[in-house]
């Protein structure tokens, strides 16, 4: 290897970790540490787009190889993961938050509505290209050699991506999430999967009353 091309790819290495921290490490924490509850989304609507437009520039990705799993979603491993949200989610809303519990199918089931419609393209799936083809694929040099650490790290990144809501039940059930949709994207190499995975999991919690712990109205800093 020529010397010029070793410098270009050690700048492009180099190049790629800075992209890394601020997009995983530093951006996250900033949201949570500095900026007030109100700004949160606007700043993370302005990462995620950041986000995309590396994901586009990415060599080799191409959008439309997104869709390869669509015919291969396992649903009885959906209805798996939804039974098993449930029942957890069930448990610690009755834990913890009792007064919350099926709030909004009750109490505004248009809202719940709404977030049933929305959810899925709002929210699920620009966490999940951020978060699977962008981490998996313009960052992949970077990454462990061993597919479980990389799966550990992803999901670790992906709770720490919602440390802006200062609650150990997001950061448990982001971490819980994390790995599953991230084990459907890196071993079972179905997007689609993950994405209805995410989709399912976040309504269902949301549907049991747990967004009171992912409402950035709430949200409470230790400091």
């Not at 439309?64 to 649903?75: E, M, V």
């Not at 997007?191 to 747990?210: Q, S």
């Amino acid at each position: 290897m020529t010397q010029p091309r070793h410098a270009a790819l050690r700048d492009r290495r180099a190049q790629l970790a800075l992209e890394f921290v601020a997009l995983y490490l530093i951006a996250p924490l900033v949201m949570a540490l500095l900026l007030p509850p109100q700004w949160m989304f606007p700043a993370l609507f302005a990462v995620t787009a950041i986000g995309l437009v590396l994901l586009s520039r990415t060599p080799g990705f191409r959008w439309r190889d997104l869709l390869a799993g669509t015919a291969r979603i396992d649903f009885r491993l959906v209805a798996v993961f939804a039974l098993a949200t449930g029942a957890i989610g069930t448990a610690i809303v009755l834990a913890l938050a009792p007064q919350a519990f099926l709030f909004l199918p009750r109490h505004n089931p248009r809202l719940m509505g709404l977030i049933a419609a929305f959810y899925p393209l709002v929210s699920a799936l620009p966490q999940e290209l951020i978060f699977r083809p962008l981490f998996f694929t313009r960052y992949r040099a970077l990454l462990p050699r061993w597919i479980t650490a990389q799966l550990l790290l992803n999901a670790a990144l992906f709770s720490l991506a919602h440390l802006m809501y200062w609650s150990w039940v997001v950061t448990a059930l982001t971490f819980a999430g994390g790995l599953v949709f991230a084990w459907s994207y890196r071993v079972r190499g179905n997007f689609p999967e993950a994405v209805v995975l995410h989709a399912v999991a976040g309504v269902i919690l949301f549907a049991l009353g747990a967004g009171v712990w992912f409402y950035s109205g709430n949200v409470t800093r230790p400091f």
